[in-house]
Every structure is written in C-alpha cells, then in structure tokens.
C-alpha cells in the first residue's frame, strides 16, 4: 500500500499480558523501524529490520521485547508480560532501500496497561 | 549519541501570524526530518531536508548543517497547523535509520 498500516489503533492489557503490534510497511521498502513514544513528547527507537533481517535492535529491552518481519506477513511487535512502564504509543515507520532515508510513520498503537 | 535540541518548547500564535521554530543538533547528520503530530496523534511527515532549504505552500525549512542547525517557517498560521512540531535526525556516528527526535514545539493557534 502506499502508507504504512498498523494495528490495532487501540490495545488494553492487563498487567502481565501479553501484547502483539503489527505493522505493514509501504510496498516496495525494505526497512521497517519501531518506536516507541512516551509522555507525549519522547520518542524511543527500538529496532530496525532490513527486510526480515533484524538491522538495529540496540533500542530493544530484550527481556520482554520481541520483533519479528517474516517474508510475505506483517511486521510485529511482541510484549510478554507487560508492565505499567510500557503504556505508550508504539509507531512503525518504513523507508526505501536506497538513500535518502526518508521515514514514514504509521498512525500508531496505543498500548495502555492496567 | 547524538543530542538534539528544540527551541521555543511552546508556542501561541493568533491567525495569520508567522512563527520559526528551531532544532540545533550535536554532530553530523544522514538525515533530518521535520514532522508535525497532529492532536489526533497522526505524525505527518512535512521535510526531508538535511541540508539546504525547501518550500511547501506555507511552510518552508533550511537546514544548515554545518553550523548543525535547521529552522522550520510558517507562514499565515492557520488553526489546523495546531499540534506538536518534532525535528527528528539520523546521526553519522549512530546506526543508519535510528532516529533522534527532540522534544518539539507545542504550537497552539487561536482563531
């Protein structure tokens, strides 16, 4: 498609859930990035794929964080056992193979945990 | 990494006013985005610009990179430009594609 999709908009999980984001980047790129924003105004980069090939993950709090990107499917983003500290809005973002590396961002989950 | 600083952190502007918002960043940069999140939470992409000066209707930005520094224009404010501004950069010395946002530029705009 020509924007990025993710869903769902909205997700509530208990405390100690688990949640899974998706995310279906603009056809023809072949990086996808997460973020994740938190109070409003902070943004936290997570990880980046190269396809499915997991490209930076440096952001990633791995204990709990997974991510995958498998041909043909859905970007997604796995929480096990959520904590109240991971309520936030989780953006995926893609951009072309080649320079420049413009980003572009979908509307966004917001994850709450209660 | 790389620091990035957004300057003023909030704005009022009546109808029709002009404003300029800045972002000073650290080091070099791959990359430079100006976004605008809507109230809605929508981040709307408005520039690619990391370096030299570009124009779309009534917003325009310049990027200077080697004094590290990139200014975004409005012109004839409008209520729909309300929402937070965020200039976001990829360093050189960072992963490519990660990028760090400053804080924004909460702009309201009164009719």
């Known amino acids: 498609g020509e924007e990025v999709a993710q869903t769902p908009k909205h997700l509530v999980r208990g405390e100690g859930q688990k949640a899974k984001l998706y995310c279906a980047p603009i056809?023809?790129?072949?990086?996808v990035f997460w973020y994740q924003q938190v109070l409003k105004n902070e943004f936290k980069f997570l990880i980046s794929?190269?396809?499915?090939?997991?490209?930076?993950e440096t952001g990633m709090p791995k204990e709990r964080f997974s991510a995958k990107c498998l041909p043909n499917s859905p970007c997604s983003l796995e929480i096990q056992a959520t904590k109240l500290e991971d309520s936030a809005v989780y953006f995926c973002?893609?951009?072309?193979?080649?320079?420049?590396?413009?980003?572009?961002f979908g509307p966004g989950t917001r994850l709450t945990v209660t | 990494g790389i620091q990035v600083e957004q300057s003023p952190p909030d704005l009022i502007l009546q109808e029709g006013a002009n404003s300029t918002l800045r972002c000073n960043f650290s080091?070099?940069?791959?990359?430079l985005q100006w976004f605008h999140q809507n109230p809605w939470g929508q981040l709307i992409n408005l520039f690619y610009?990391?370096?030299g000066t570009k124009q779309n209707g009534r917003l325009s930005a310049t990027t200077v990179a080697t004094e590290r520094y990139s200014l975004l224009y409005i012109s004839s404010s409008q209520t729909t430009d309300s929402g937070v501004y965020f200039c976001?950069?990829?360093?050189?010395?960072?992963?490519?594609?990660?990028?760090?946002f400053g804080a924004g530029t909460q702009v309201v705009v009164t009719p």
């Open positions: 794929f190269q396809n499915e090939n997991v490209f930076d």
């Open positions: 080091d070099s940069v791959n990359n």
């Open positions: 610009i990391p370096s």
């Open positions: 976001a950069v990829d360093g050189v010395t960072d992963s490519w594609g990660k990028l760090q």
């Open positions: 973002a893609s951009s072309q193979a080649e320079l420049p590396w413009e980003q572009y």
């Open positions: 056809k023809g790129h072949s990086y």
